[in-house]
Nanobody, 120 residues
Framework: QLQASGGGLVQAGDSLRLSCASSGRTFGSYAMAWFRQAPGKEREFVAAISWNGRTYYAESVKGRFTISRDNAKNTVSLQMNSLKPEDTAVYYC????????????????WGQGTQVTVSS
């Protein structure tokens, strides 16, 4: 089970940190990712981190967002800096066994989502 938190309403240029807690006992062996879905749009890949810490980012967030994980606490975080109005979306954390991927259908486990709204 995945529980995302940390969303909110911020202004453009602000920062926000999302967290996702896992209740799984084998968290350290899972690849974790963040996706987002804006109103009227398809869910899209944001960032992923493999079990060994290798990271992957969508071009639209590269240099602004940082994904990290703490296997001792069973958590994955997304530090979002220099937020833009186009970052407004519901953000979902996801998990999969094996290598990290960037596709929605790569991931079998999903959290409930947390809303991020960036005003201009």
């Amino acid at each position: 089970q995945l529980q995302a938190s940390g969303g909110g309403l911020v202004q453009a240029g602000d920062s926000l940190r999302l967290s996702c807690a896992s209740s799984g006992r084998t968290f350290g062996s899972y690849a974790m990712a963040w996706f987002r879905q804006a109103p009227g749009k398809e869910r899209e890949f944001v960032a992923a981190i493999s079990w060994n810490g290798r990271t992957y980012y969508a071009e639209s967030v590269k240099g602004r967002f940082t994904i990290s994980r703490d296997n001792a606490k069973n958590t994955v975080s997304l530090q979002m800096n220099s937020l833009k109005p186009e970052d407004t979306a519901v953000y979902y954390c996801a998990a999969k066994v094996g290598a990290a991927g960037t596709g929605v259908f790569d991931y079998a486990y999903w959290g409930q989502g947390t809303q991020v709204t960036v005003s201009s």
